[in-house]
Each structure stands twice: as C-alpha cells, then as structure tokens.
C-alpha cells in the first residue's frame, strides 16, 4: 500500500515539471537549462580556487578572489536591480549569462597559451560576479511571475537541492577531471553548459510586470522606491541587521575552507571535495525536507530554527580533531541541510510579500545590504588567520551563527514577520 508521503514527494520534486499547465512545463525548461549552467559555473569556480590554492598557498589571495566576486553584488546590485525592473528580464539573462560565457572562454586562451596570471582569475571572478548581480534578480523576479505564491516555498526548497546536487557533483568531479585533463578543458565545460542556459531563454516567453511609470521615473528614484519600501518593513531591516553580523564572519571562513583542509587536515583537492560535497548532500536533503514538510506555519521561525541548528553544525566543524576528518564532513552536512531551509524559507517570504514590479530593486538591496559587510571580513580574515590560525573563523562563524538565530527568534517583530507582512500587502493592494 502506498504510503501518504509518496505523492508529497512526488508532488515536490516534480511541481518545476508539471505539464498540467503550460506555464510550469516552460519554467521547467528554463530550470533545467539553468541547473546545466550552474553545474559548469561551480566546476569552474572549484577549479579555480584549487588553482588559487595550490599556486600561492595564502589567504589573502583567496580572500581577494572572493572579494572580487561580492563586490559587484553589494557595489552594482542595488543598480542592477533597479535596471532588472526596468528591462525585459529575460534579455537580462541572456545577456548576462553570454558575457560570463565570453570571459570563461579568454580565460582558457590563456591556460592554452601558458599566459595566465593570478589577476586574470581575479577579472573573470568580478565579471561572473557582474553577470551574476544581473542575473540572479531576473531569474527570482521572473519566477515569481511563473509561479504561484502558494507554490513558491516549494520551488525555493527544490532551487536548494539543486545547488546542494550540484554541490555534490561539482568538487569530485572537478578533482577527477583535474587529473585527467589540463585546466583549460575542464573550464570548456562551463561555456557548454551555457548554450542550454541560453537556449530555453530564447524561445520561452517570461511575463513581465506592468510597468505604468518607467517613462517618467529615474533609475535613482527607482532605487529609493525600493529602498524606501524595506526600510518601512522593520523586521527585514532587523533580519538585514543580522545577516550583517553573520556575514562578517561566514566569508572569510570559507573563503579559507580550501587552506584549512591543506594545512590542518593534511588534506587535497579529494578531501575539499568531500566536505564541499556534504555541504551539498545536506542542501539537497534540506530542500526537499522543506518541500514535503513545509515548514512551520510560521516561515520566519522554520528559517531561525533551522539557522540556530546549522550553527551549532558549524561549531562542530570548527571542533573536529585532525584525526577525525569523516566527523567534520557529517557536521558540514548538517550545516548544509540547516542552511537550505532557512534560506528557502525566508526567500519564499520575500517573493511572496514584495510587489511583483519592485521584486528586482528588493532582492538585490536585500544581498548587497546584508553582504556589505562581507569585504571587511575578508580584509582582516585573510591577515588575521595567518596569525591565529584558519579554525578561529569556523569557531566565531558558528558562535555569530547562534546569537544571530536566537534573535530571530526572540524579537517579536521578526516572530510575526510573515502574518505582519502579509496584512500590510493587503492593506496597501
């Protein structure tokens, strides 16, 4: 007999495919397409940390590396966004994926020709993170027209088991095919897996808002519009308030992440696989325990409950011995797995109570705000850790991770968040 959890799952996995409505089987063409790109974008960023690592062994250059790719989100984003809204968010996409395409394939022509340079890398990693500013507000605005709001909490928690299978895929297969092949080959991966990004966009059409005022507004006061709208919700502008704090410490550790398995673990790029992959396998696990869950009736206190446990995972790790190596991967596993339902949870929020016509400006001054911070801890992390050590960052992430967690759970206004914003949204509709 079969059992009542089979068809939720089903329901789950597959709602991105459905075929009863014409609008879910193009959406799902576009995410396939995109879920292929992703696979080739995380190759090339595996390999090019490994290469980072293995060249210069220093935390300053992997931190530079992931300073070039949040800088645009936090310097660009809030443009971009406003721009998103403004543009046909379908070409934004395509535009923005054929640049980063371009970039990769210079990039191979100077493996090819033995030519490259570390600042080489760093202007590829700050183009893909131009491309990304652009792209990633496009891709969550564009669903939300594609998606109804009483589905959105489920594809959010399926968009998290994909990054969490790719994850998994991803650091093994790039370490296998590092072995098996020049450098250059494997980054011609990402440029194939571009094309079936690229492609469903072309010839699938995306809804667009209704834009009644664009003639006679500028891209400035678009972006204090959007701007102006968070700062009335107050418990966004406190959840941006902690994501500041957690941010300031969770870069830099895994920016470092790759030195940390070199020099305290005595490992290579099979044991960053291994613990990048388990990061994965619990965001899969994560999302789709959140897609046949649910959640708690209160999206806001799913999302804290399950940041406070991915937390305590983190100070696991920070705490593992040397000589258990299989103990740190189980709990990056958990922090993976705790990490795709708050993330899910608190977007499915946000795409559901933030007007469709300023989704653009919001999500990106939502990132750039909350990753604003991030530099400065990349500053003084890849100094600082060269004298203290790798770990001090892992142990202060989890213990900010915590703290950050239980405010989200003890102030009222973040406890209220979804039911406060949803009669807001029904007042000024």
């Given at each position: 007999m079969e059992t009542s959890e089979k068809p939720v799952i089903r329901k789950s996995i597959g709602y991105v495919f459905d075929m009863t409505e014409k609008s879910l089987s193009k959406f799902g063409l576009i995410f396939t397409g995109q879920a292929f790109s992703l696979m080739g974008s995380r190759l090339v960023q595996f390999c090019l940390?490994?290469?980072?690592?293995?060249?210069?062994?220093?935390?300053?250059?992997?931190?530079?590396?992931?300073?070039?790719?949040?800088?645009p989100q936090i310097v660009i984003g809030p443009i971009a966004g406003a721009y998103v809204d403004r543009w046909n968010r379908k070409r934004v996409m395509i535009i923005a994926d054929t640049l980063v395409t371009i970039g990769v394939i210079i990039l191979i022509l100077l493996f090819h020709f033995n030519l490259i340079?570390?600042?080489?890398?760093?202007?590829?990693?700050?183009?893909?993170?131009?491309?990304?500013?652009?792209?990633?507000?496009?891709?969550?605005?564009?669903?939300?027209?594609?998606?109804?709001?009483?589905?959105l909490s489920r594809v959010a928690g399926l968009n998290q088991s994909l990054h969490g299978l790719v994850s998994i895929?991803?650091?093994?297969?790039?370490?296998?095919?590092?072995?098996?092949?020049?450098?250059?080959?494997?980054?011609?991966?990402?440029?194939?897996?571009?094309?079936?990004?690229?492609?469903?966009?072309?010839?699938?059409?995306?809804?667009?808002?209704?834009r009644s005022n664009v003639s006679t507004k500028g891209v400035l006061s678009d972006m204090r519009e959007g701007f102006s709208w968070i700062w009335s919700k107050k418990p966004i502008v406190i959840i941006m308030g902690i994501?500041?704090?957690?941010?300031?410490?969770?870069?830099?550790?895994?920016?470092?992440?790759?030195?940390?398995?070199?020099?305290?673990?005595?490992?290579?790029?099979?044991?960053?696989?291994?613990?990048?992959?388990?990061?994965?396998?619990?965001?899969?696990?994560?999302?789709?325990?959140?897609?046949?869950?649910?959640?708690?009736?209160?999206?806001?206190?799913?999302?804290?409950?399950?940041?406070?446990?991915?937390?305590f995972g983190l100070i696991g790790f920070s705490q593992t011995p040397v000589d258990l190596f299989l103990l740190g991967v189980f709990f990056i596993f958990v922090f993976g797995f705790m990490n795709a339902i708050g993330n899910s949870s608190f977007f499915s929020v946000l795409q559901t109570v933030v007007p469709n016509e300023i989704q653009g400006r919001v999500f990106t001054l939502v990132m750039a705000s909350s990753g604003a911070i991030a530099p400065l801890g990349l500053a003084i992390g890849g100094p600082v850790s060269e004298i203290f050590g790798i770990r001090f960052w892992f142990i202060m992430a989890g213990i900010v991770i915590v703290l950050g967690a239980l405010m989200g759970l003890i102030i009222p206004e973040i406890r209220n968040m979804e039911k406060t914003l949803m009669i807001e949204q029904t007042e000024e509709t």
């Open positions: 940390v490994w290469y980072l690592t293995l060249t210069s062994g220093s935390a300053t250059t992997l931190a530079i590396a992931s300073m070039m790719a949040l800088l340079q570390i600042w080489h890398i760093y202007l590829l990693m700050l183009l893909r993170a131009i491309g990304g500013a652009f792209h990633w507000p496009a891709m969550q605005a564009s669903t939300s027209m594609m998606v109804s709001k009483e589905n895929v991803a650091p093994p297969a790039g370490a296998l095919l590092l072995e098996l092949m020049p450098i250059q080959y494997v980054l011609g991966i990402d440029v194939l897996t571009a094309f079936l990004a690229v492609g469903p966009l072309v010839f699938i059409p995306i809804p667009q808002p209704e994501s500041l704090m957690i941010n300031l410490v969770i870069t830099p550790a895994f920016t470092l992440l790759p030195l940390l398995i070199t020099t305290f673990f005595n490992g290579g790029a099979i044991e960053l696989a291994w613990v990048q992959s388990a990061n994965g396998l619990g965001m899969i696990l994560g999302g789709i325990a959140l897609g046949v869950w649910g959640g708690f009736k209160s999206k806001s206190k799913t999302a804290f409950s399950a940041i406070l446990i991915g937390g």
